[in-house]
């Protein structure tokens, strides 16, 4: 059964950090670039990072570069998105997205809630 499910949402202050998890199973996960996204309601889904299928070419949003970073453990089959400098504007679901560009497959979590609030 092919799952991804992340995890290490929750409450912080602003200027905290935080560090959200992306588990994927049932799948070759080493063959599977990664991308984490976030929405807020009535605004469109935002592209947040990416990452490789071998853990390397990290990608950010503009909104994100320099405070989130994003890295991958195949050994663990996971992905780690490590957010620093937290403000409001990143409280949001945060989703993360398995996907093989080659054989044309991928996989979403059901997301996790990041609040950032005094």
């Known amino acids: 059964q092919?799952?991804?499910?992340e995890s290490g949402g929750g409450l912080v202050q602003?200027?905290?950090s935080l560090t959200l998890s992306c588990v994927g199973s049932g799948f070759?996960?080493?063959n599977y670039a990664v991308a984490w996204y976030r929405e807020v309601p009535?605004?469109?889904?935002?592209?947040v990072a990416f990452i490789s299928s071998s853990g390397r070419l990290p990608r950010y949003g503009n909104r994100v570069k320099g405070r989130f970073t994003i890295s991958k453990d195949n050994d663990l089959n996971t992905v780690y998105l490590?957010?620093?400098?937290l403000k409001s504007e990143d409280t949001?679901?945060?989703f993360c997205k398995a996907f093989d560009p080659i054989a044309s497959t991928e996989y979403w979590g059901?997301?996790?809630?990041?609040?950032?609030s005094s």
Do not use: C, I
């Open 110 to 116: 059901q997301g996790t809630q990041v609040t950032v």
């Open 28 to 30: 070759t996960f080493s």
């Open 2 to 5: 092919v799952q991804v499910v």
């Open 92 to 94: 949001a679901v945060y």
């Open 82 to 85: 490590q957010m620093s400098s």
């Open 14 to 16: 602003p200027g905290g």
């Open 42 to 47: 009535e605004k469109e889904r935002e592209f």
